[in-house]
């Protein structure tokens, strides 16, 4: 099976815009989970989608927002970009997500750069 | 809520050694997996080992082996025979929760040829 891809793989904005990432899921995952990684903070918990609807969210403003895709593929929105948003997106697949005890398997995630 | 510790930022071991990494864990989810995550330079996370909570036999995988200790909230990461291409950080973390993944803080490990 092929694993998770993410597309861009690095992107560079500046701030005040907005950007979209994209994540396809392994087949057969219903389920996509978003991270952020910073050196500061390290991986944390963005949201999670599963059969299209959102379940959990983390602990991050409404300028960050996604969607899923009948398809199971996911986007990930950031509005009015930050510096502070300049951080390594990860996304997780899974078959059932959280409250489960499934493994989550992460795509080689996307460098976010903002001027 | 969960939180995961690593409180060894960084590691060293010489190649075909053996090296343990640490974790503790606090969790109120009573089902809940633990798993160890390797992510090299090129930043793809990889799963290393996983562990369900309500085994008490240890997870092994090839080189790789966990120390599980329940009561005492402990997960700790041995690798024997230490290979370069073990060199990554390494990342303890709890699921099984509404909060996705919760990731400790990593250790970076060195393997010195």
């Known amino acids: 099976k092929a694993g998770v891809t993410q597309t861009p793989r690095y992107l560079i904005k500046t701030r005040g815009q907005q950007v979209t990432l994209s994540c396809s899921p392994i087949?057969?995952?219903?389920?996509v989970s978003w991270y952020q990684q910073t050196p500061g903070q390290g991986l944390q918990f963005l949201f999670e989608?599963?059969?299209?609807?959102?379940?959990n969210k983390g602990n991050f403003p409404g300028r960050f927002s996604g969607r899923q895709f009948s398809n199971s593929r996911s986007e990930m929105n950031v509005s009015t970009l930050e510096l502070g948003d300049s951080a390594l997106y990860l996304c997780?697949?899974?078959?059932?997500?959280?409250?489960?005890?499934?493994?989550?398997?992460f795509g080689p995630g996307t460098r976010l750069t903002v001027l | 809520a969960q939180t995961v510790t690593q409180s060894q930022p960084e590691m060293s071991v010489q190649e075909a050694e053996t090296v343990t990494l640490s974790c503790t864990y606090d969790?109120?989810?009573?089902?809940?997996?633990l798993f160890w995550y390797k992510q090299p330079p090129s930043r793809q996370m990889i799963l290393v080992i996983r562990?369900?909570?309500?085994?008490?036999q240890n997870a092994t995988e090839n080189r790789f082996s966990v120390n599980f200790q329940k009561a005492a909230k402990s997960f700790s990461l041995k690798i024997s025979d230490s290979q370069l291409g073990d060199a990554a950080m390494y990342f303890c973390?709890?699921?099984?929760?509404?909060?996705?993944?919760?990731f400790g803080k990593g250790t970076h490990l060195i393997i010195q040829p």
């Open positions: 989608y599963f059969s299209e609807t959102q379940r």
């Open positions: 969790t109120s989810e009573s089902d809940y997996y």
């Open positions: 562990q369900e909570a309500y085994k008490q």
């Open positions: 087949s057969g995952h219903r389920s």
């Open positions: 973390a709890s699921g099984g929760g509404a909060d996705g993944l919760t």
């Open positions: 997780a697949s899974s078959y059932r997500g959280a409250f489960s005890t499934d493994t989550q398997y």
